[in-house]
């Protein structure tokens, strides 16, 4: 009897079943790309819109006869550049007083990492971009957001005075000597950052981690980019609670000069490009090559 039973049900189950809708199995793909699907022919033919002036403030030129590019060992190969989506730092052309201010930071304890650029053209206009990804366990970076902004019109004034500062001149990667025969702190959690200065014909990095001290010797470079990058991007502005403000880290280096500290350069430094004049403020920019006509 239990067995007819549950026969019955089943047979008057099987229509409500059967009327059911069954999803098809190409229904997922066309829900990923709901429009028409392009022309196979046209696609590497069409045009795509430009990118932003914003997004590549000097693209379009080409190198001149006596033009170099100058090399770069900031630790950032042109691909990884590119995963940013920025355009490489090694195929950008600075002529005049033009420069590049950067600033990358690689925290030791996330794989939260963030990628500013400021660009000032001969024009007077200055350029801000950032990005903020995760670095870390994917073939590309996790997550990525950023922006590409005009400045405002006295970020210019402010970003060339920064190609004096003594940071420039200074060892690439140095170690807190607090004098007195102390032993040389060993930092294993913080914050690294990497600065890179390009200015027409040369490149200078340097990179300040961990350390209060050092970090402040860099804060004046920090604080000009930071303050340029915060406020675009809500989702970079919340890795930074505190904001563009590094005066604890200056603090801390003015105190370790006037207790008779200093920073010494690192045991084993990487690689540095040489030293770079910079230019003044009355020198006269020389005029673009020619572009060669097509």
Not at 173 to 182: F, T
Not at 250 to 259: E, F, K, T
């Amino acid at each position: 009897m239990v067995r007819l039973t549950a026969t019955i049900l089943s047979l008057l189950a099987a229509p409500a079943l059967a009327q059911s809708p069954t999803p098809s199995p190409s229904a997922a793909p066309a829900l990923d790309w709901p429009w028409p699907a392009p022309d196979p022919r046209s696609w590497w033919d069409d045009k795509r819109p430009a990118p932003d002036e914003a997004a590549d403030p000097l693209g379009g030129r080409r190198l001149g006869r006596n033009e170099q590019l100058p090399e770069v060992a900031n630790g950032y190969e042109a691909l990884l550049y590119r995963l940013w989506g920025l355009p490489p730092l090694q195929n950008q052309i600075l002529r005049g007083q033009e420069m590049i201010v950067e600033v990358a930071v690689r925290p030791t304890t996330s794989a939260r990492q963030t990628l500013m650029r400021a660009t000032v053209r001969r024009d007077g206009k200055a350029f801000i971009q950032a990005r903020a990804g995760l670095g870390c366990c994917e073939p590309g970076v996790a997550r990525r957001v950023g922006f590409d902004a005009e400045a405002p019109p006295d970020a210019a004034r402010r970003l060339l005075a920064l190609r004096s500062d003594p940071l420039w001149s200074s060892p690439r990667e140095v170690r807190v000597d607090e004098g007195a025969g102390a032993v040389d702190a060993l930092c294993v959690e913080g914050t690294a950052y990497d600065l890179t200065l390009a200015v027409a014909g040369a490149v200078r990095s340097v990179r300040r981690a961990c350390d209060p001290a050092e970090i402040g010797q860099a804060a004046d470079v920090l604080e000009a980019v930071f303050g340029l990058a915060l406020g675009h991007e809500p989702r970079i502005d919340v890795i930074y609670p505190g904001g563009a403000d590094f005066g604890s880290a200056r603090n801390a280096y003015r105190s370790l000069l006037a207790g008779g500290g200093r920073l010494k350069p690192a045991p084993q430094p990487r690689g540095q490009t040489a030293l770079f004049p910079v230019p003044s403020p009355g020198e006269e920019e020389p005029e673009p090559p020619p572009t060669p006509a097509p």
